[in-house]
């Protein structure tokens, strides 16, 4: 990393012969396009028909987020809270992923093809995204489009990309991020610091309303990462200093004044709340995780990867054993570059980071406590998921790889030289391959009864109504999204799958889902026990003053649901006699 050099007022700078424009520099970003729609073909096959195997959850949230989003631009609502879920407080999106930077620019795609679609391109330019934006990056930093091609296609698709893009298309889409460190790598070019300010702030603000946590890790990485340069070569740094200050100082002015209203209502609005669930703060990498393969890379299992990690959407730490032996070979050989020591010293930094407060290994906690415990309860770091650290190790790895291979030279002359010169890049397939990673694996989508499809509801619920889902459970909650969905978000529900505090904590600490009324635990309990249960006129007049505190002005139950009998008689004796409609069972609320 050199500053560059600039031409004086009394010279004439020499202007280099245009030269032809080489189509090869194209092929990437087809090979990138073509391995995205391989991976998500099985999404694209029936959109409105399946859903992701390992996901369904995050996959109903971010369809009814996409729905809110195109909602609010036709009819000018508050893309930033909802009084839609959560009934009767509402949801504070901008405290929850609503991923604004998709959901508003793509509402005619929302429109005309359903929040699935939408999610569908999201998932796919998430992976061909990613890695044609690294590619772009990685050329300016090195020169060398191969180099950059390797370094772009790993960070595209290395398993911590592929294991988000079931389900989380806020965390596989990373393409705004190298563009963001190139901007901050260019602050070594003093000219036109005002301009890069304003670019940067651009870029900051697009992805604050993708994904926050992301951008918090890459601000951290990055001041790691000049902390370490600077500290190798203070005396190239020094003189860039004055102009990178007018660089950040202009970031911070813009961007701060473009968020100052909506991280003011995230954080002090109506709905905010003060970090994860401690049992999220839990999540920390397997220490085994990193020498181990991910469930979606040909050479891993789910069996081999599941005690390893949260779920199958976290697997954010699984290198494989051979890449990792490679990387500290490659470490060793480019020790001299200050800019591999200063990415490698940042990669094991968060690497050490992401195991979490208390150190796993396979399965299994220790009696090692992780350097996370140090800096869980701090002010926003008490929103990170420790896990995720592992994501900013991902590009870095691809950085390196990017070095690795620019100082190796061109493969076919390599090839051509002999075995000796090929053995480099022999290597490098061979440990790159266990990680080429697998189809995104899809179910069949549960079905919306015909009271929501066919607008039966209309008839029962007013517009902007409440409608509580009975028995209150996990995949009840999902369900009454999905049917929330489906009919366009022309009611409102109780509860759902988000994060908000629960009503009268002190502390407002994030909770997932709603708090649950005495009535909705009872009816739950009838229908884990499967029994029936005569109530009091003491627990009916309870019963309604619940369903009148969550404002409810229908209550509904599947009729296929395997204790709906059950069910139904309590309900039964609560409220007015239900009516089947439409594959529902529905009993309206009496007011007043």
């Not at 050199?2 to 245009?18: G, K, N, R």
């Amino acid at each position: 990393m050199h500053t560059l050099p600039t031409a004086s007022e009394d010279e004439t700078p020499e202007v280099d012969p245009p030269r032809p424009r080489n189509p090869t520099r194209w092929v990437p970003y087809l090979l990138y396009f073509l391995g995205a729609v391989f991976l998500t073909w099985k999404v694209w096959r029936d959109p409105a028909g399946q859903v992701l195997e390992d996901n369904y959850q995050d996959q109903v949230f971010f369809e009814w987020v996409l729905t809110h989003g195109a909602n609010a631009v036709r009819h000018l609502d508050d893309p930033m809270f909802s009084e839609l879920i959560n009934a009767p407080y509402g949801l504070n999106l901008m405290a929850n992923t609503s991923v604004l930077a998709w959901s508003l620019p793509l509402a005619p795609v929302t429109w005309l093809f359903g929040a699935h679609t939408t999610l569908a391109l999201l998932l796919t330019m998430g992976l061909f995204g990613t890695a044609a934006a690294w590619y772009y990056a990685l050329q300016k930093l090195t020169g060398s489009r191969i180099a950059a091609a390797v370094g772009g296609g790993f960070s595209g698709f290395a398993p911590a990309i592929v294991t988000h893009t079931n389900g989380h298309p806020n965390i596989a889409a990373q393409y705004v991020l190298p563009l963001i460190v190139l901007t901050v790598v260019g602050m070594r070019d003093t000219r036109r610091p005002i301009r890069r300010g304003l670019v940067l702030a651009g870029l900051v603000v697009v992805q604050c309303f993708i994904n926050e946590e992301l951008l918090f890790l890459t601000a951290l990485a990055l001041g790691l990462f000049l902390i370490a340069y600077a500290a190798a070569r203070p005396r190239e740094l020094a003189p860039v200093v004055p102009s990178a200050m007018k660089t950040l100082g202009t970031t911070a002015l813009v961007a701060g004044a473009a968020l100052a209203y909506p991280l003011g209502r995230q954080f002090f609005g109506r709905g905010a709340y003060r970090g994860l669930p401690d049992f999220v703060l839990a999540y920390g990498a397997d220490l085994a995780s990193y020498w181990s393969f991910a469930r979606r890379s040909i050479a891993g299992t789910a069996e081999t990867s599941q005690p390893l990690s949260q779920g199958p959407t976290e697997e954010n730490t699984f290198f494989g054993w051979p890449l990792l032996i490679a990387l500290v070979v490659l470490v060793v050989w480019l020790r001299a570059d200050p800019v591999v020591r200063a990415v490698a010293f940042t990669a094991v930094t968060f690497a050490a980071l992401s195991l979490g407060s208390v150190i796993n290994l396979n399965g299994e906690p220790t009696e090692w406590g992780g350097p996370w415990q140090f800096l869980a309860h701090l002010p926003l770091f008490d929103s990170v998921v420790p896990t995720r650290l592992a994501l900013v190790v991902t590009p870095l790895v691809g950085i390196l790889l990017a070095r690795a291979v620019q100082r190796m030279g061109d493969p076919v002359s390599a090839l051509r030289a002999g075995p000796a010169t090929a053995v480099p890049w022999i290597v490098l397939v061979a440990v790159l391959a266990p990680l080429v990673p697998t189809p995104i694996p899809v179910t069949e989508r549960p079905k919306v009864p015909v009271f929501f499809t066919d607008g039966a509801f209309r008839d029962w619920v007013p517009k902007g109504g409440v409608l509580v889902g009975v028995p209150a459970m996990w995949q009840s909650n999902l369900h009454a999204m999905q049917w929330q969905t489906a009919a366009d978000q022309e009611f409102a529900i109780f509860g759902g799958y988000f994060l908000a505090p629960q009503p009268g904590d002190p502390t407002r600490r994030a909770a997932y889902g709603p708090a649950y009324p005495w009535t909705m635990r009872m009816i739950s309990e009838v229908a884990d026990q499967g029994r029936p249960r005569l109530v009091t006129v003491d627990e009916i007049a309870r019963a309604r003053a619940d369903f009148a505190d969550m404002r409810a002005d229908l209550v509904v139950l599947p009729a296929h649901h395997p204790r709906a009998d059950v069910v139904r008689n309590l309900m039964d004796q609560l409220l007015p006699q239900g009516s089947l409609v439409g594959g529902m069972w529905v009993w309206q609320v009496p007011k007043g």
